[in-house]
């Protein structure tokens, strides 16, 4: 068998593990990358630019849907438009490959080494490539695993036929004419929206009382509210049951305990992702584990010298760029500089209609820690920029220490407002308090604004409303 040597073995090229080896290579680390798939990992191959791809073409659609259906207030008028689904996963699959050929770019310009294949630990230094042409065997110094995660299956809804993850889901080349979508979290309400705006007929059944429950209810109301309008039928308090026996249809048990069947010609399971550690021969290993999740500490270093974990395998929140922040900070501490996991908060963004945005603690949740907090939302019906937009719906909410006016959290919901994270994050990383954010002159007309006029309500003058 062939045998390479290396001071840093990274496994799997998602964004945790090609961050962490374009970082080392910069370093001067000699690494090898190996992935089983394409470079770019569930994120970019299956998971958040595909499904964004497919968000923004079903936005369009319903744009000018909406326009030919004289549903438009703007004054536009326009004959019925189509959708060739085959088309818009041609456009996602060009989008998908440049980034492979951009994410393989990147790892040749920083000196890594990225081989083609499955690998497997022999024990915490050897690992057992198997390639298309033959083993390779790879003795490392650091190790880091990076192999993310998978979609998880319902025992009486095994993935095959009618019933679909996320991935097979993004590669559709037809619109589902009745589509049963089971978890109403993050993927099934991001691709619900979606294909109802390419006019499939949905169904949401979720376990839980309300959709999003990883939210509070301010923040997913008001994606409730669009759904009802989109005419997503959303069974809460609901239970997938089983498949009718030719497959058409999925029995349910509803929140009342009555039993009924959705016909569906898709069925979209999306109740959540398990690490991916099958295969990978980590019993060799006996790493502590956070069931089911690699536990790891602040630097990201498993129970076994030599040994990181990274991004989804580590457990919540499964998030890219959670990932990517961890895989740059090991590949800093492989090269000797002193580095923890230090950060205030990490972003999350639920790319619905409207989106939802996250960052630090909500109100419950900073209560629940003891703080006397100060909140305040600022609507946008009441901000210039969201009229324009046709954007009314939502608001920016500011929860900050009642002593000091540190902020805590911001949490915003409204369409569009996915790029508002990064000023949230910085505020929050920056240590920001109300007047800070109160003091920094925000562009009109946007919907930042409403980030402003938050902070300023908080301290009991805002100017708009
Ligand atoms: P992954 O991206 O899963 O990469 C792991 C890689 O390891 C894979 O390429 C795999 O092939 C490889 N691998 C596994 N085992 C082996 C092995 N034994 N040998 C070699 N290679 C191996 N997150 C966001 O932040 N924003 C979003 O908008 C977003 N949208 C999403 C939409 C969908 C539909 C899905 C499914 C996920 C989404 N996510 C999103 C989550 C995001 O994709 C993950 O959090 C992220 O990809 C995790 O990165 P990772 O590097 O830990 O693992
Ligand atoms: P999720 O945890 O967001 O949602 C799963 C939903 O399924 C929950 O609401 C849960 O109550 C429900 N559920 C669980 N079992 C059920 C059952 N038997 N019947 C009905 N409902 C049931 O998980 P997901 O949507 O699969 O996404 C997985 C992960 O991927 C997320 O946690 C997130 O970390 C990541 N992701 C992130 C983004 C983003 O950042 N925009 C987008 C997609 C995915």
């Avoid at 994050?425 to 402003?452: C, K, N, W, Y």
Wanted: hydrophobic residues 45%; glycine residues 12%.
């Amino acid at each position: 068998m062939n045998e390479i040597t290396c001071k840093l073995l990274v496994i799997g090229a998602g964004p945790g593990g090609y961050t962490c080896a374009i970082r080392a290579g910069q370093l001067g680390i000699d690494t090898i990358i190996v992935e089983s798939e394409k470079p770019g990992g569930t994120c970019l191959n299956v998971g958040c630019i595909p499904s964004k791809a497919l968000i923004h073409a079903a936005g369009e659609y319903e744009t000018v849907t909406g326009v030919a259906e004289g549903k438009s207030a703007l004054g536009i008028f326009c004959a019925k438009p189509s959708l060739d689904l085959g088309k818009t996963i041609a456009w996602k699959d060009g989008i998908v490959r440049r980034l492979n050929g951009g994410v393989a770019g990147l790892l040749k310009k920083a000196g890594v080494r990225l081989i083609a294949g499955h690998a497997r630990f022999l024990d915490g230094k050897s690992i057992e490539v198997e390639t298309q042409s033959a083993p390779q065997m790879i003795h490392a110094e650091t190790v880091v695993i990076a192999t993310g995660s998978e979609p998880v299956a319902l025992p009486f809804l095994p993935f095959g036929g009618r019933v679909i993850s996320s991935t097979e889901a993004l590669a559709l080349t037809e619109i589902p004419k009745k589509l049963v979508v089971v978890g109403g979290g993050y993927i099934g309400l991001e691709l619900g929206t979606a294909f109802a705006k390419m006019g499939a007929s949905i169904a949401v059944v979720e376990a839980a009382p309300r959709i999003l429950p990883q939210y509070d209810s301010d923040l997913s109301e008001p994606v409730a509210r669009h759904l009802n309008a989109l005419g997503v039928t959303v069974l809460t308090g609901a239970k997938a049951k089983a498949l009718v026996a030719d497959g058409t249809a999925l029995e349910i048990e509803a929140a009342d305990s009555r039993q009924t069947t959705l016909d569906a010609d898709r069925i979209l399971v999306t109740v959540g992702r398990r690490p991916l550690t099958s295969g990978l021969g980590l019993e060799t290993l006996d790493l502590d584990m956070n069931e089911p999740f690699i536990r790891i500490n602040d630097q990201c270093r498993t129970s076994m010298r030599g040994v990181f974990a990274i991004g989804d395998i580590t457990g919540e929140p499964m998030l890219a760029h959670r990932a990517m922040a961890q895989g740059e900070m090991v590949a800093e501490i492989v090269a000797g500089r002193r580095r923890a996991w230090d950060r205030v908060s990490i972003p999350a963004i639920c790319f619905t209609d409207p989106e939802i945005v996250t960052v630090g603690l909500t109100p419950s949740e900073a209560s629940g820690r003891g703080f006397e907090v100060k909140t305040d939302l600022f609507p946008f019906r009441a901000n210039g920029r969201a009229l324009t937009l046709e954007r009314e719906d939502g608001f920016i909410r500011t929860v900050a220490r009642a002593d000091n006016h540190l902020l805590l959290g911001i949490q915003g919901v409204g369409a569009g407002i996915a790029e508002l994270s990064a000023a949230f994050s910085l505020a929050l990383e920056m240590g920001a308090r109300l007047e800070d954010v109160a003091m920094t002159i925000h562009a009109h007309p946007t919907q930042s604004e409403g980030f402003h006029e938050a902070a300023l309500k908080s301290l009991g003058h805002a100017i708009h409303i």
